[in-house]
Structures are given as structure tokens and as C-alpha cells.
């Protein structure tokens, strides 16, 4: 089955760090591009981040670029979010999602981010 | 960053009722758009991707059209388990950005 595990989220004070995972399995995680989206409470989707196959490109939004690194490990079957400086208003469900044909064909559960004192 | 603007926001709909949802870019996006259904508390999930395509296992009541900058996406009879929000995304460049999304309810 394909399938994607997010982990990783929790609560962190604003100024802090915190590092999410996806696992992913049932497929060749190597020849996918993956991408990272976030859902704030009560709101709409935002795209997050960008890393192709080969992590030879990657792209951030603006509101992160700076602040959140992305990267991968294809040995692993793993892709990784680590944010840094994080803010009140990072606090979302954080998604990895799978390319396939220029759409998000797989997504996992997600994991919440929760940025509090 | 092209901004999609996605309407109506909100929908209240009957069982069986046909329903058309539209996605208009700030700039041409070739056919470079996805249409998702989310129901609280899940992920997000792919119905339409390259504007019109049907993805794989999606029953075929949902389609998809536009190029450009104008797109729609139409639920030809309305079953109970497609109350959710929908939302367009782009995917022409970075970065990528989504559609406000549409509440679909039960009237």
C-alpha cells in the first residue's frame, strides 16, 4: 500500500525548533518530487516547500524562506521538515505530499504544530 | 506569486443536484491546476489533476475542465459523501499556491 507517516509535531514554545518526518512506503520514494503543506486551524491549504527526487532543486514559500529547511533521504524512504524561529502563526497540521503528473497524488495524515508560551 | 481565486466560498446543495465550483488565475497556468476534496479532519485528496483528468479511482460524477486561467470543477449528482471542501491549486510555478476553498453543504 502507498502510503506516507507523518511524525514529529508537538508543542513548542515561539522561538523554538522542531524537526517533522514523513516515512514513506509501498512505492519508489526516489523517483518522487515531495512537497510539504500546512492547514492553520480553521483555515485554508498553503503550500509549504518543494524538494525534487535528487534534492537537486528545492522551493519555500516566502512566509517560511529563511526558517524551514527541507531535505531528504532516499535510503531512509524519508523526508524532513526542520523549522526553525518558529512563530504563533506556524501553528498548522503539516502534510507531505507525494508529485505524480504536476498534482498531489498521496498525502499523509498530517501532524500538528502547535507554536505557544 | 499567481494568486487563484476560487468561488463561491460557500455552497449549500441538495443530494443529486448538479454543482459547479470555478478557479480563476491571475495569470495563464496552461492546464498546470488540480482540484482536492477535504473532509475535516483528513488529508486532502486528489480529484481532478491536470485540469480535466480524472484521477484514479474517483468516481467519474466528477469533472474537471478550463485552460488557461479559467477552470471549473462540476459534480454532476451529488451523493452524501461529497459534502466537503474543495479546493483548487496550481502547480504552473512556484510558488505553488491553493485556492481560498469551497464549503459544499447539505441544504
Known amino acids: 500500500e502507498v502510503q506516507l507517516v507523518e511524525s514529529g509535531g508537538g508543542l513548542v514554545q515561539p522561538g523554538g525548533s522542531l524537526r517533522l518526518s514523513c516515512a514513506a512506503s509501498?512505492?519508489?520514494?526516489?523517483?518522487?518530487?515531495m512537497n510539504w503543506v500546512r492547514q492553520a486551524p480553521g483555515k485554508g491549504l498553503e503550500w509549504v516547500s518543494y524538494?525534487?527526487?535528487?534534492?537537486?532543486?528545492?522551493y519555500y514559500a516566502d512566509s517560511v524562506k529563511g526558517r524551514f529547511t527541507i531535505s531528504r533521504d532516499n535510503a531512509k524512504n524519508s523526508l524532513y521538515l526542520q523549522m526553525n524561529s518558529l512563530r504563533d502563526e506556524d501553528t498548522a497540521v503539516f502534510y507531505c505530499?507525494?508529485?505524480?503528473?504536476?498534482?498531489?497524488?498521496?498525502w499523509g495524515q498530517g501532524t500538528m504544530v502547535t507554536v505557544s508560551s | 506569486a499567481i494568486q487563484m481565486t476560487q468561488s463561491p466560498s460557500s455552497l449549500s446543495a441538495s443530494v443529486g443536484d448538479r454543482v459547479t465550483i470555478t478557479c480563476r488565475a491571475s495569470?495563464?497556468?496552461?492546464?498546470?491546476l488540480g482540484w482536492y476534496q477535504q473532509k475535516p479532519g483528513k488529508a486532502p485528496k486528489l480529484l481532478i489533476y491536470a485540469a480535466s483528468s480524472l484521477q484514479s479511482g474517483v468516481p467519474s460524477r466528477f469533472s474537471g475542465s478550463g485552460s488557461g486561467t479559467d477552470f471549473t470543477l462540476t459534480i454532476s449528482s451529488l451523493q452524501p459523501e461529497d459534502f466537503a471542501t474543495y479546493y483548487c491549486l496550481q502547480d504552473y510555478n512556484y510558488p505553488i499556491t491553493f485556492g481560498q476553498g469551497t464549503r459544499l453543504e447539505i441544504k
Open positions: 505530499a507525494r508529485v505524480k503528473w504536476h498534482a498531489f497524488d498521496v
Open positions: 495569470q495563464g497556468i496552461r492546464n498546470d
Open positions: 509501498g512505492f519508489t520514494f526516489s523517483s518522487y518530487n
Open positions: 524538494i525534487s527526487s535528487s534534492s537537486t532543486t528545492i
